[in-house]
């Protein structure tokens, strides 16, 4: 058989099963126009983020920027993009990556504590966890009950967060009424 | 009917719908606060955690996954997995891991644990993994796969790899929901979960499934004659399973309990029957029943002790003629208790310590041979076992970069003697971003009774020398990149070496059949695998796998034994909603069959739709298997031929085409 014919019978092939798949996906646009559209994860987070930082008093830094650290394996992938620069009444947000923990408690104002690190920011001396002037944001389970700052949680598909008051005080992070008042859980 | 133009137009229309609707523009950062505690999300994906410091190189599947592509059986999960290919021949399910997979020997290499449980009976170590296999994919949490030796931990039947299926915490099941499913081949499941919290703080679950496949005639051209109506077995393709299972969690205490039945024709008339003969069929039933209590003693002490229970019962009906009297019957009855206490311990800093027993009791092992109707017996054999193990495995942090782990299980049995399994893993954080690891491993598996007692003169065999356990001895080499959250990647390279493998041989003597310690194997290759989670909500992972395998006495390559694997997987949300699709591919190099032949290499491509909401209560999942209608063949064992003189072997076993399938749940 010459291969033009071969081609012509495959595709005939393509054709007969189409039907279904067809059908297939018309019931998935059927389905899916029925309900509204929802953001990603982390790009609601990052917007949390930024509200969090235009809540709190920053007092007066000479450098005009407040620096944002993702320790650990960012999660956020392009989403916090969307906050760089961004202006915080006289101060604008600088995004950084890092790896390590002094580096990050030492050079940020918000750090970002993921996953990856938890487990060692957690076996961290309070010093270095409470630093002084850092808000601390994580988003496991749990974060806020064992010290960081703001939690993100993740309830029936809507992002909130609980906040430690304690934690806060301790690291002269101070935020207004306001924040504690929408936070789903205060320790 | 539609013409073919209406039909590519939907076709067109439903994918630009699905690509479409990806980016919306406005700003959030734009909203009060307020207003974003009212956004909905699509969760991002993220990759279990901890897996890096694992001394293995884990495949894992959780249960969105299981809905995403549509899994149906225990076999579809692990088919999804890296370096994995899976053989039906229309009865049971063999599973084929680095290039080692044996057909006919009912992954008795294979450890199957359901929540840390052996499911691998005491009587032929079978490691049920289709529809045999006694749980519903919907009960279940995740599956983890590790390959390699894991006799270290757990004994025998852990020589290729140890799968270990965790089912969902009674936690998770609040209120009720029934399932119907229907597919080709005259496919329908009906399930129904339940879910109840007590007033104590207890929690209870109850499912209960019923599935019957009537399937199709299935044709045989090795059997094609007028004789044997023409090539065609008739309704024996035909497939049905009832299930139980229940759970119930009350503080540090587990209680489970299953049960699974199961009935399959044989349509490929195998062990030399009649073929096309309505009679041939096998029946597997399981009954597990287990306590599990998990404590812990103080802040750097956990326990855990379980006792469980675990029947098995196989019959297998044998028309060796078309003589209505003369239908052969098989019994394999296997009860086992085990008792394991085991110890996490932390009391050292930089060590994690593992310690514990295990005591196992196979109170029956009975094997039964007859001829239905006839006094008579063939065989009837009842062999009790018991065996006892200590086990102690240690985790060193040496530094902040390297961590031991140490590993030395004996075991004691009856027909055994002792055994010792050692592994040693060396873990190095070479960066923040790359592990490395270093891996060897032993393993064991004893005789099974069939191999030590099966022993009849209508089979024309003979009971072999003492048999002793099948060993491995592997080397592997892992290296793991995860820079970033939302990617990781791993590449392995692995050596294998097996000896004493049992095989059947004849007895030039007197032609008798008996089981012996004959084979040396050994396998080599490189796995790699890559994984990427889009902030969408998107997941994609796709694995590659070469695998290199000689029979230590032919010097061949070993049968069912495929160079190349390969697998791609993708899913994502459906415009951000909850509604998922997914898309799976798996390629499988062409095979070498036990009978001298081959089968050829071939692409399955599968396409699912799940979590659609009809109505708050109402959900649809609908998938389109072997999208392509792939026409493909599994090989088969030594065991398919049928009655004629002399007997026809079957070259090779044909898998199912397209089938569709649909299931609708209900909550409330």
């Known amino acids: ?187 | 009917m539609p013409t073919g133009r209406t039909v590519l137009t939907s076709l067109a229309t439903g994918i630009v719908c699905i690509i479409g609707g990806a980016a919306r523009a406005d700003d959030l950062t734009a909203l009060p606060l307020d207003q974003l505690l009212t956004v909905e999300i699509v969760t991002a994906s993220k990759f279990p955690q901890k897996v890096s410091e694992a001394p293995s190189s884990v495949s894992v599947v959780t249960a969105d996954d299981i809905k995403a592509f549509g899994y149906r059986t225990l076999a579809d999960i692990l088919r999804g997995m890296r370096g994995v290919y899976v053989s039906y021949d229309r009865n049971y399910s063999y599973v084929g891991t680095r290039g080692a997979g044996r057909p006919g020997d009912y992954n008795s290499r294979l450890l199957v644990l359901i929540d840390g449980q052996r499911l691998n009976d005491s009587l032929f170590g079978q490691g049920s993994v289709g529809t045999e296999f006694p749980i519903d994919v919907e009960l279940i949490e995740r599956v983890e796969y590790v390959p390699g030796p894991g006799s270290a931990v757990y004994g025998s039947n852990a020589f290729f790899g140890v799968i270990n299926i965790i089912t969902r915490k009674a936690q998770t099941f609040d209120g009720t929901s029934i399932g119907a499913e229907a597919a080709s081949y005259h496919e329908r499941k009906a399930s129904l979960i339940t879910g109840k919290r007590f007033a104590n703080g207890g929690q209870g679950m109850l499912s209960i499934s019923d599935s019957r496949t009537a399937g199709i005639d299935r044709y045989f051209p090795e059997y094609d004659d007028a004789a044997s109506n023409h090539g065609l077995a008739t309704g024996l393709d035909a497939d049905r399973y009832k299930r139980l299972f229940v759970k119930y969690a009350f503080e540090d205490l587990t209680l489970t309990a299953f049960l699974g039945d199961r009935k399959k024709g044989v349509p490929t008339a195998s062990f030399g029957q009649q073929f096309n003969d309505p009679r041939s069929a096998t029946q597997d039933r399981y009954l597990g029943a287990s306590a599990v209590f998990q404590h812990a003693v103080s802040t750097t002490l956990e326990l855990y002790a379980s006792l469980n229970f675990q029947g098995y019962r196989y019959i297998g009906d044998y028309a060796y003629s078309p003589d209505a009297a003369d239908l052969n019957r098989d019994v394999g009855d296997s009860d086992v208790v085990t008792g394991d206490v085991r110890f996490l311990d932390r009391r050292f800093s930089k060590q994690k310590l593992i310690y514990g027993i295990e005591v196992a009791d196979a109170t029956r092992r009975r094997q039964q041979n007859f001829n239905v109707g006839a006094s008579e017996s063939i065989l009837d054999t009842d062999n009790p076992t018991h065996g006892y193990a200590v086990y102690l495995q240690d985790e060193i942090e040496l530094g902040n970069k390297l961590i031991v782990n140490v590993g030395l299980r004996h075991d004691y049995g009856k027909e055994i003697g002792n055994t010792n399994s050692p592994r040693l893993g060396l873990i190095y954080r070479l960066t923040p971003d790359i592990t490395t690891k270093l891996l060897y491993g032993t393993a064991f598996r004893a005789a099974n009774a069939l191999e030590n007692y099966y022993v009849t003169d209508a089979g024309h065999s003979k009971a072999g020398p003492g048999l002793k356990p099948e060993r491995i001895k592997t080397y592997e080499f892992v290296a793991e990149y995860f820079p970033r959250q939302d990617f990781r990647s791993s590449a392995s390279v692995f050596a294998y070496r097996m000896d004493n493998l049992i095989s059947l041989a004849t007895d030039p003597n007197d032609e008798l059949l008996y089981y012996k310690n004959v084979n040396k194997a050994s396998a080599h290759g490189v796995e790699l695998e890559a994984e990427f989670l889009g902030m969408d909500g998107s997941r994609l992972k796709g694995s590659a796998s070469f695998q290199f395998t000689k029979d230590g006495a032919t010097g061949a390559r070993l049968t069912n034994s495929p160079t190349q694997i390969a697998k791609l997987n993708y899913s994502r949300p459906l415009m951000r909603r909850s509604a998922r699709i997914g898309l799976e591919g798996q390629f499988t190099g062409k095979r070498n069959t036990v009978v001298g032949g081959r089968v050829g290499g071939f692409s399955v491509l599968n396409l699912t739709l799940s979590n659609a909401k009809l109505t708050p209560n109402l959900e649809l999942g609908a998938s389109l298997y072997n999208v392509l209608n792939k026409a493909y063949s599994d090989p088969p064992g030594d065991e398919h031929f049928d009655n004629s003189i002399p007997p026809r072997e079957l070259q090779s076993i044909r898998q199912n085409g397209r089938v569709f399938r649909v299931n609708l749940t209900y909550r409330f």
């Not at chain 1, 987070?45 to 407040?66: C, E, H, M, Q, V």
Request: hydrophobic fraction near 45%; glycine fraction near 6%.
């Open chain 1, 1 to 187: 058989m010459s291969r033009p014919l071969f081609l012509h019978a495959s595709l005939r092939r393509v054709v007969r099963h189409a039907p279904a798949a067809g059908a297939l996906l018309a019931l998935l646009s059927a389905s899916a126009s029925a309900q509204t559209v929802a953001t990603p994860e982390y790009a609601l987070k990052a917007a949390f983020i930024y509200n969090f930082a235009r809540f709190t008093n920053w007092g007066d830094r000479p450098d005009k920027s407040l620096t944002l650290c993702v320790l650990g394996r960012d999660p956020f992938g392009s989403a916090l993009d969307t906050i760089d620069n961004k202006e915080v009444g006289p101060l604008h947000i600088v995004v950084k990556r890092l790896r390590e923990a002094d580096k990050a408690f030492s050079s940020c104002q918000i750090v970002f504590i993921a996953d990856s690190e938890m487990d060692n920011f957690l076996l961290q001396p309070e010093q270095v966890r409470l630093a002084n002037g850092v808000m601390t944001i994580a988003d496991k389970e749990g974060a806020a009950r064992q010290g960081v700052i703001v939690e993100l949680t993740t309830e029936n598909q809507r992002v909130g967060f609980a906040f430690n008051q304690q934690s806060a005080g301790r690291a002269r992070i101070e935020v207004s009424s306001k924040l504690l008042r929408l936070a789903r859980k205060v320790y």
